[in-house]
C-alpha cells in the first residue's frame, strides 16, 4: 500500500497501475562488497568483484547474478547462498550463453560458506575452492568449461548434479567428499589431479561421461576411495538422486 495516513486531496496522488512483479536488475556500481550485504532480485557484475576477509556476501532464494563477458568474483570473507526448489540462486552470463563467457566464483580462504540450491552455467570454472571450509548441497553445475574444482577443503558435496561440462569436479590434493550426486554427459566426470587419498566418492551415479568417468591424474600416486557408486551398467539409478535430477 502506498498512504501516508493522511488524506490530502490537494497533495495530489500517486498513480501505481500495472506494478512489475519482478525487481529492476541492479549493476552493482562498486568493485568490491566491504561490508556485510544481502542481495536479492537480478545483479548485473560488469567486472571481477571482492568480497573481503570482513565480509558476507548473503543471497536470498530466487536472486540471480549475472556476470558479464570475463567477469566473475573472489570471496576472502564469506558467502552464503541458500536457495530454495523452484527458486534458486543462478550464477550465469550477462551475454552469450555459452561455456566460458564468464569467469568463475573463486573462493580464498573462504571457510563457513554455504551453497545449496544453486546454479552455475556457463562459466570457465562455476565454483573453484581454495583452502576453504565448504557446504554444497542440491546445486546443478552445468555448461561450463569445468563446473567445480577444489584444493584443500574441508568440501561437502551432496545431492549436486555435474552435467554438460568439459570436466565436472576436479580434484587437486583435495579433502572432500562427494556424496547422492549425479556426475554425467560430461568429457569427465570427476579429475583427481594429484594426491587422491583425501576424497571420498561414494553413494553417487557417474555414468554416460564421454572420456572418463573418473580420471587418475599422471601425478597421482594414492588410492580414491569410489565405492558404492553407480557405473551405468544397470537399468536404474540410485533412488536418493531422484530429488535432484527433477532440477535439471
Same mark, same amino acid.
Given at each position: 500500500?502506498?498512504?501516508?495516513? =493522511? ?5 495530489? =496522488?500517486i498513480?501505481s497501475?500495472?506494478? #512489475? ?10 568493485a ?20 573481503? &576477509?570482513?565480509?558476507?556476501?548473503t ?9 558479464a ?39 580464498? !580462504?573462504?571457510n563457513?560458506?554455504v551453497i545449496? !540450491? ?8 562455476g565454483? !573453484?575452492? !581454495?583452502?576453504?571450509?565448504?557446504s #554444497? ?14 584444493r584443500?577443503?574441508?568440501v561437502?558435496?551432496?545431492?549436486? #548434479? ?6 565436472? $569436479?576436479?580434484s587437486?590434493?583435495?579433502?572432500g567428499s $562427494?556424496e ?7 568429457e569427465?566426470?570427476?579429475?583427481? =589431479?594429484?594426491?587422491?587419498s ?14 572418463y ?8 600416486d594414492?588410492?580414491v ?16 538422486? &531422484? ?5 535439471a
Open positions: 500500500m502506498i498512504f501516508d495516513r =493522511r488524506n490530502h486531496p490537494s497533495r495530489g =496522488r498513480i497501475d500495472n506494478p #512489475l512483479t519482478q525487481p529492476v536488475p541492479f549493476v552493482w556500481p562498486l568490491s562488497v566491504a561490508t556485510p550485504t544481502v542481495w536479492q532480485g537480478e545483479i548485473i557484475a560488469n567486472r571481477r568483484l571482492q568480497i573481503p &576477509t570482513a565480509s558476507t556476501l543471497l536470498l532464494a530466487g536472486t540471480k547474478v549475472l556476470f563477458e570475463g567477469s566473475g568474483m573472489t570471496v576472502n570473507g564469506k558467502i552464503v547462498a541458500r536457495g530454495e526448489k523452484g527458486r534458486e540462486v543462478i550464477f550465469t552470463s550477462a551475454g552469450k550463453k555459452l561455456p566460458g563467457t564468464w569467469d568463475e566464483v573463486l573462493l580464498e !580462504h573462504a563457513g560458506s545449496s !540450491h544453486a546454479v552455475f552455467e556457463y562459466a570457465q570454472w565454483l !573453484h575452492s !581454495h583452502f576453504t571450509k565448504l #554444497l548441497a542440491d546445486s546443478i553445475f552445468r555448461n561450463n568449461n569445468g563446473g567445480m574444482r577444489f584443500s577443503g574441508p561437502s558435496i551432496k545431492r549436486c #548434479l555435474f552435467r554438460d561440462n568439459s570436466i565436472g $569436479i576436479r587437486y590434493r583435495g579433502n $562427494i547422492a550426486s549425479d556426475i554425467t554427459r560430461n569427465t566426470g570427476v579429475f583427481v =589431479r594429484e594426491k587422491g583425501g576424497l571420498k566418492i561414494n553413494g553417487s551415479n557417474l555414468f554416460d561421461n564421454t572420456g568417468n573418473v580420471r587418475i591424474g599422471d601425478f597421482n594414492e588410492n576411495d569410489a565405492a558404492g557408486n553407480w557405473w551405468g551398467r544397470v537399468s536404474r539409478l540410485i533412488p536418493s538422486l &531422484t530429488a535432484v535430477m527433477s532440477l
